[in-house]
């Protein structure tokens, strides 16, 4: 359909394995390169996490409050980072009576690692030359939908190990969220795979970076969120759901349950919640940068930047929602779900099939 | 029925007719006493709940504003404090002795619901047995604890040794049944909704709320004890700043500054009374802003921007409220026949940080209207939940705000008038959803009334003539008012009715001294208004009924 406008990038696991191995590698030689890039991409996403839970959230919430928040630590309070780090890991771990071990350790773990391992297929860009991408399957956006997806299990096995009927609740409310939100935000995504007619995330993304039109020499470029806007804005707000920010911060729910399915977990199996939420606000915003926002295309900088400026606009936008918006009521939350999202995410679909199938 | 007999009986155009009343009650009425407030009819007993239907259906007394028990040498006494929401001057109380061997008494608890808690407190502090009450258990002290501290022969100093085996999980047996598909749940003592120390025990069915039954007590600082304790004249006057301590400091202090100069006979200068009237509408808005703050942050979840933006616009009032009285929440700033002190110097400067406030505060409220208010996800959240009939609102003794919204036209600084509100142009708002929105909109409303009234006090402070600013009137050092003179008098506290009831015994220490607080009538009603919703309106609902627990435990 669509000619790809570069050459087909090199992958970040190829690029490792060239710089260490040469261009002839042996099987274990590409595992080493494979692992290689992944522990990169983990770590610059674990980065972003780590800033964004003790720092940058309290500071876009202090913003949006008229506070001025944390500024007592190094230069604008930024060394609360390993400050907190410190301070969260050196709490003790507190296992309560009567929880299910396996699913009460792993609970943390699987939260975390999920919402990581969605990152292998995110087109990234490239900084100095260098993709960023791990992989590139033709079934990505399938795959990033459900590693995205495993999270609700995690909450699930939390809220149902913890022995604890506020946490049982959380879970139980996790699950019935999800549910009804993932379909509309699946539905919705393959709006866009019907215009693109791959499920691959480069191409997906290259597709994007063509000109829609040129005002006053300027070009808009064919990102999906001007292509199709509403499909958009029903893909942000199931997406609020998806990643549990207001007004759908239903599991969680501090002043009605408490802290949901979190309640039983301290020490460094809070530390792994706390993150394995932001890594997946992150994810989030990566599949949205992605499918809607042309993922690291943009002018003058290099991909990367624009990949990470884009998902951090995403990230402020739940901050911001979380700021300001009055949240939902369970059963309310469910009556939007089923009744309204749904129903308005199929009509996106079928119309998008429609216009795509009469006019391209 | 023509509406002629409709008119409730003792009803007269200058007044209650209390002969009237008495020839009602026919040979129920033992005796009479005369309280300072009212007149007070002696019934037996086992007349109780008979007496007091008649005074609700036939009388129009539709208030039980509070209870007292006490214990004399020769008799245990309950009070039962009975006045009308249409119209507060009336009053009437019905004394109700007991044997003080065998101290008995029919519950009231049938006719006003309010009795209930009333009762289970006045048994739990003085040791009142009530017949007939629905479930009389101990309410502010814990239920292993032995003796009633307000009763006569209680040992202050007996510790308290109860054995291990009382202590054992008290929610065990009654909790676990198998059988059962509900959940029992403990919301608090501590959960970040609770606003303190309150501790729900919540039976659900799925989400919803089957059963909700407020434990109270975990803030019991015994202040009745204490103020029974302290002279009238000076060391009483530093607890209500501790009743309800959400900034309401001068509203709590002009309770006990109403009761004791009646009890005493103390004039106190208009000058005074002014400056009375302006700090404690300052003290309101405060407590309300506090109010809309918290219940924001019930509903949104978080510290988001309403609660913050109403604590900065609290913080304003309360460094006014730091000039004039020198603190910021624990004020004591009333005394006895006036005030401690005039307005801070220099005053042009008072008066314009005071204007500046009032000045941007309609664009603050509007602000808080777009919002909050107008915010379509809070209005699904909050319009037709925790609704409150007026019918309950009466019979649970709901006074202030959360009456108001009920739609319940009552307000004691109009309908009793006290300090400077008379001379005042100002309205009591109501409303008449009865639902969390409603009580919510109340608060909104209130606070710009109460704004009217500062300004027009301020107004009246700068042009007061420099010779006339008398602050306190001429008060005996030792107050020693005559033995076994009785008074229950109340103010618009920021929660509603804050009364007090005081027995002189011929010293200069009250013989009884029984606060009658908002918060708690109101926070008994929770459970009517809960029931059968979901876990967030319950959450809603609480932080709606705006309770603060130092004044529901006291």
Known sequence: MFAPLQAEPTLLPETIGRFLFGSEMAIWQEMIAAFLAAFVVANVMLAQAGVAGPWAKRKITAAFTDRIAVNRHGPAGLLIIPAAAVQLMAKELIIPDGVDRPAYDLAPILLAFSALIGFAVIPMGSIFGINLQIADPESGVAYVFAAASIATLALTMAGYASNNKYSLMGGLRAIAQNIAYEIPLIVTGASVIIFTGTLQTSEIVAQQAEPLVTIAGVSIPSWFAFVNPFAFVLFMVANLAEVGRNPFDIPEAPTEIVAGYMTEYSSIYFVLFYMGEFIHIFLGGAIVTTLFLGGPSGPVLPGFVWFVIKIWAIFLFTQWARSAVPRVRIDQLIEIGWKGMLVLSFANLILTAVIVGVML | ?554
């Open chain 2, 1 to 554: 029925m023509s509406l002629q007999e409709r008119q409730p009986v003792g009803v007269t155009e200058d007044g209650l007719d209390y002969d009237a009343l008495a020839d009602l009650l026919g040979d129920r009425v033992i005796g009479r006493e005369h309280h300072l407030n009212a007149e007070g009819f002696v019934v037996r007993p086992t007349d109780v709940e008979e007496t007091l239907e008649l005074l609700r259906d036939e009388a129009g007394f539709d208030h039980l504003s509070c209870l007292t028990a006490q214990e004399y040498e020769d008799r245990y006494e309950s009070i039962y404090h009975l006045t009308k929401y249409d119209d507060r001057t009336q009053e009437l109380s019905v004394v109700v002795p007991a044997d003080p061997e065998d101290p008995v008494s029919e519950s009231a608890a049938g006719v006003y619901e309010t009795a209930n808690w009333h009762e289970r407190e006045a048994y739990d502090l003085v040791g009142v047995d009530y017949d007939d009450h629905p479930d009389l258990r101990r309410i502010l002290l814990p239920e292993t604890w032995q003796g009633h501290p307000l009763a006569n022969d209680y040992h202050q100093d007996r510790p308290q040794l109860v054995p291990f085996q009382e202590h054992k999980n008290p929610l065990e047996d009654d909790h676990h049944d198998a059988e059962s598909d509900t959940m029992f749940l403990n919301i608090g003592p501590h959960h970040p909704a609770t606003h303190g120390v309150l501790h729900l025990k919540t039976t659900l069915d799925g989400e919803q709320v089957a059963d909700v039954d407020p434990d109270i007590g975990y803030l019991h600082r015994c202040e009745e004890q204490m103020a029974q304790q302290g002279t009238y004249r000076h060391q009483i006057m530093p607890y209500p700043d501790r009743w309800d301590y959400a900034s309401a400091g001068l509203l709590n202090e002009w309770a006990y500054a109403r009761v004791a100069e009646d009890l005493n006979d103390i004039e106190v200068p208009e000058y005074a009374q002014v400056i009375r009237t302006m700090g404690a509408e300052l003290c309101r808005i405060a407590a309300h802003m506090l109010a809309v703050g918290t219940f924001a942050l019930d509903i949104y979840g978080d510290f988001t921007a309403i609660f913050m933006y109403a604590m900065r616009d609290r913080e304003k009032v309360q460094n006014i409220l730091e000039d004039l009285t020198g603190q910021r929440m624990m004020f004591n700033y009333f005394r006895l026949g006036g005030v401690v002190w005039d307005l801070p110097e220099p005053r042009e400067e008072f008066f314009e940080q005071t204007r500046d406030f009032l000045d941007d505060l309609p664009e603050t409220l509007e602000e808080y209207h777009d919002l909050i208010t107008n915010n379509e996800i809070f209005q699904k959240r909050v319009i037709d939940t925790g609704v409150l009939d007026p019918e309950d609102a009466k019979s649970y003794g709901c006074t202030g705000p959360v009456a108001r919204a009920s739609g319940i036209d009552y307000d004691l600084r109009r309908d009793d008038p006290y300090g400077y509100y008379d001379e005042l142009d100002w309205d009591v708002i109501t409303e008449n959803g009865g639902d969390n929105y409603s009580r919510f909109l109340v608060r909104m409303q209130e606070v710009e009334q109460s704004a009217r009234i500062i300004e027009q006090c301020v107004d009246l402070l700068e042009d007061w003539p420099e010779d006339e600013r008398t602050i306190q009137s001429n008060v005996p050092r030792t107050l020693k008012p005559e033995p076994d003179t009785e008074t229950y008098r109340a103010v618009e506290g920021a929660k509603g009715e804050l009364g007090i009831y005081v027995r002189s015994d011929g010293t200069d220490k009250p013989g009884r001294f029984k606060i009658r607080s908002p918060c708690f009538s109101n926070l008994s009603a929770l459970e009517s208004m809960s029931e059968g919703e979901y876990v967030p309106d319950l959450v809603a609902t609480l932080g709606s009924l705006d309770v603060i627990l130092g004044e529901v435990d006291r």
